[in-house]
């Protein structure tokens, strides 16, 4: 059996490797056209895209559109937009002592991409990255979660649908199928998922010396100064750490909150839940479900440590909890060790923002990073600390903005993408200097006989 997968996944990448070779991908016009194409096949399948992400999490159609469908689109749109204009060489200064020579960057496609896809977004990040393949003369090979299939097999028709296997093709299969592609040799390889799989992914890339974009994650930090407005904090973070029930790379891992006002904050936070999602959360049609039996299992365990606030219910059959507050929770419990990806808020207090600005330098890099306070404070706790972006006052709208660059930093990640973003991840900057030939001035030559001259235009 996996004999005949290896043997397919080899057949398609020679396949591939072929249509690559025409250089047909490297006309904007091809490119532009499929960027049509695939926003054209994407409505098409919008209905059925919706109800897979239902019977897969749950996710509303609402919420599907907003988190996954408008997102893609949008940066769709954004390519179509701007391709002529990134696409275009770009001319750069050229020093005197290189004159009468011209300097300029062409940007080409790297080749053949390998893209692996998470199953929290399973559409959103599997087709996002596609985007800027294509945009960039890139083909692809799509490789998207199985823990959301239903999700995946409406990604697989839109793409067979749509495009010639040989110049972007989707394979369906489990772990063991991600191994056999990571063993071929692709020209870059973009990679979603948690840090330990990147690990892995770099690893095999690194046989074939092939660069990596990955989107990893981490605890990104939520951060309440005394002087926020309590109000709106409580209703964004809401929002942001509920939304795909915290199955999101950037949601607000955990909360360090000023202890004057953590009572107020974790009573208005719970407020919010109820307004959003209703009394008998379970019932509401807004509020996802967990991926799967294994997850949910993982998420009880951090429950064992700490004061549940609110929350704490469950329901394994319908892989259903319930968003959850814990209170009293110190750096060395369970739930401070891993990123939660869940419906799950742990609760630090400071009464200093030093002592946060050192927890969060003494543990790894988060992908976001949220404050509320005032700007002011904001910008000087973002001076002392890094990740990969974030917010002050809100919380997750960074990745709605396709002119900011996405991405993680070292734990979290490497590369950007999203706009221009996407557009470089897939392409090789190349430099070139051109030099006439109606004039050969000897500076350069040996035995260098106007070395003080050249030395002196050099500075």
Known sequence: MQDNIESMIDIRLANIKSFFSTNQTKSISFRLQQLRNLKEAILKFQPKLEQALWEDLHKSPEEAYLTEISIVLGEIDNHIR???????????????????????????PLGIALIIAPWNYPFQLLFNPL?????AGCCAVLKPSPDSSKTATVMEEIITSTFPADYITLIQGRREVNTLLLQKQYDVIFFTGSP???????????????????????????????DANI?????????????????????????????????????LIGKNIREMYGEDIKKSRFYPRIVSDRAIQRLLKLLEKGTIYTGGDYDINEKYISPTIIDNITPSDPVMQEEIFGPILPVMTFNN?????????????PLAFYYFGTNSNGKDILLKTTSGGGCINDTLMHIANHHLPFGGVGNSGMGKYHGLGSFLAFSNSRAIVSTPTWIDLPLKYVPFKYFRLIKWIIG
Do not use: F
């Open 82 to 108: 701007h391709l002529k204009k990134w696409s275009r060489p770009k001319k750069v200064l050229t020093p005197i002592h290189l004159l009468p020579s011209s300097s300029r960057i062409i940007y080409e």
């Open 131 to 135: 985007v800027g393949a294509i945009s």
């Open 196 to 226: 330990a799989l990147g690990k892995i992914v770099m690893k095999a890339a690194s046989e074939h010396l092939t660069p990596v974009v990955l989107e990893l994650g981490g605890k990104s930090p939520c951060i309440v100064d005394h």
């Open 231 to 267: 109000q709106v904090a409580a209703k964004r973070i809401a929002w942001g750490k509920m939304i795909n029930a915290g199955q999101t790379c950037i949601a607000p891992d955990y909360l360090l909150v000023h202890e004057n006002v953590k009572d107020d904050l974790l009573n």
């Open 353 to 365: 923002i030093n002592e946060v600005i050192k927890y969060i330098n003494d543990n790894e890099k």
